[in-house]
């Protein structure tokens, strides 16, 4: 994704030949297939993310990680451990295939109205402002399927069922505040930990791929895609537990506003506890956060590769 920003030679061919629209499109369509395919990670680790929410909201209950896992097994089974995978996969779907593409257009979109030299020049603020904007159009599409997803994992009475959730939710809208109830904790929890997570990407990506000496340590020679891929992994890796010790207070926020959503979020967060807030859940979720992205990112460049475009970052 760097390369089509920093690139001289890149922009003046996207943007000083209009013929070649179409090719940007296919780009942009290329890293939304990309995008998606590369929230599969969400869909399987489902029984990680359902215990890491009543965690938040039950921690009398469920006061480890481990016990927590155990004990929805013992009650639920499979079915419990995987309860809430319907709107988990259109909630990441939604939001990881939007938040991908929407970086590029971004970045692309500054880089045509400044110009290279002056992105190049500018080039950390363009990946705070390119992540941030992506990642606020992307929660839009998240949101309803978010607040289905944390009410079906985190009430048990809750109807299970995407079907009947979402009739349910949308019958009492006010009730439930759906569907955009929980968009603005969302908002500050993902642009918060989006941005984390694209700016320390494309640091690292950038530190690698400017010395000699760890690109031939990665890639052995410049065309090597599959060592292109592990600095991918490491950089998202590193990534990811930025982004989660970032962003897990606002990650906490959300499940609490969904358990109450008509009390005020000062007085849940002085009910709940500060150090809590910043605290409760936080080793499963850096442990998560760093394999989902490590996982996520070579995902997402395995299949921008297969679909013949470089790895992110990659110069």
């Known amino acids: 994704m760097a390369n089509n920003l920093i690139s001289a030679p890149t922009v003046a061919v996207n943007y000083n030949h209009h013929s070649n629209s179409n090719n940007n499109d296919y780009k942009y369509a290329k890293c939304l297939i990309s995008g998606v395919c590369a929230s599969s990670i969400r869909w399987v680790l489902t029984p990680f993310d359902n215990v890491k929410c009543k965690m938040q909201v039950e921690p009398s209950k469920y006061p480890t990680f481990v016990s ?53 020049d500018h080039k950390n603020a363009i990946y705070i402002l390119s992540a941030a904007g992506a990642e606020a159009i992307a929660d839009v599409a998240m949101a309803p399927w978010e607040m289905i997803k944390v009410k079906v994992q985190t009430t048990p009475t809750f109807p299970s069922r995407l079907s009947t959730a979402l009739a349910t939710m949308l019958g009492d809208r006010k009730l439930y505040q759906f569907p955009f109830g929980t968009i603005r904790p969302l908002w500050t929890r993902q642009i918060v930990g989006t941005v984390a997570n ?118």
């Not at 340590?217 to 060592?227: I, K, M, P, R, Y």
């Not at 998202?236 to 926020?253: C, K, L, N, Q, R």
């Open 68 to 120: 927590g896992l155990r004990i929805t097994w013992q009650n639920h089974g499979t079915a419990g451990l995987y309860r809430g995978l319907s709107p988990t996969i259109l909630a990441y779907s939604a939001q990881t295939g939007t938040k991908y593409m929407m970086y590029d257009v971004f970045k692309d979109s500054w880089a045509q109205y400044f110009g290279a030299e002056f992105c190049q």
């Open 198 to 315: 694209f700016y320390t990407f494309e640091c690292v990506t950038d530190y690698i791929y400017s010395s000699d000496e760890l690109t031939r340590l990665f890639t052995s020679d410049n065309d090597s895609a599959s060592g292109k891929l592990v600095v991918t992994c490491v950089a998202g890796s590193m990534a990811g537990v930025v982004s989660a010790v970032i962003s897990h207070p606002f990650d906490v926020m959300v499940s609490l506003r969904t358990q109450h959503p008509n009390q005020p979020m000062l007085t849940t967060i002085q009910d709940y506890g500060w150090k809590n807030l910043f605290t409760r859940g936080l080793g499963p979720r850096v442990g998560l956060t760093s394999s989902i992205l490590c996982v996520q990112w070579f995902l997402y460049d395995s299949c921008r590769t297969m679909l013949g475009m470089p790895t992110s970052g990659s110069h």
